[in-house]
């Protein structure tokens, strides 16, 4: 007689699709603990997301992956009301298993390993002297959302906030003291690097040259001096003044 399962099928259409498709050795290792099997898979459901005769690329999907996986994933869906996209929303798959992984979160890898994939220009930066510990960690999300944001950079909250969270004392002095402007406004970033720099406390550029884009002296004026102070010849600023905060005017720190 007849199939009984539905659409004709000669046997449900988990068994039909693994007939071909032997899933088992790649889904097996997804059963142990801290795991992240995907549930539709694992429940043999297939054809919730592939269309069994056909579709736009080999992977048969229903729809774009974006579509897709927001069908279900509705709680992502404010994600693409902000302002910063990260590119991949386009193609989750990219960062991703579609199956599963044996990472969190279905991730094809983690930390910088992941993002790194395509952020290559970062690799080559890695190898400065100097990394921001969560880079050296590889903890690119303890800054970054990994899907969109209302600040540059995909960053949690705005850099100055973002930074206070770990360096909450930077601008803290004393009745009488003094504060240097861009750490008071939490321009942060005018100084230092984010991710990494060949010198240290992750300066953008060498302290005389940094401190001389704001503060109109230059080593050519201090070279015209007939006695010079050796600090300052030499672009030593911070031999005398705090960068952020200091207990007495002009930042000096005695």
Known sequence: GAPESKGLLLASANETCTKCHDL?????????PNRSPHPPVMDGKCL?????HGGGDKTLLKQGQKELCLSCHQK???ELEKEVQHAALEVCSSCHAGHGSTQPAMLRSVGAELCLKCHKDHAERYKNDQLH?????????????????????????????LCLDCHPNVTKTTEGGSTHAPATKGDCLGCHDPHSAPRTHLLKVDEGKLCQSCHGITQKEIAGFAFKHA??????????????AAPRPKLLTQ
């Open 48 to 52: 919730d997301c592939h269309d069994p």
């Open 231 to 244: 600090p300052a010849q030499a672009g030593a600023c911070l031999a005398c003044h705090s960068p952020h």
């Open 24 to 32: 088992r050795a790649k889904l097996e290792p997804l059963l142990l």
């Open 133 to 161: 510990k969560p880079v050296a960690q590889g903890q690119c999300l303890v800054c970054h959302e990994p899907h969109a944001s209302n600040n540059h950079g995909m960053l949690r909250k705005p850099a100055a906030a």
């Open 76 to 78: 992502l869906a404010p």
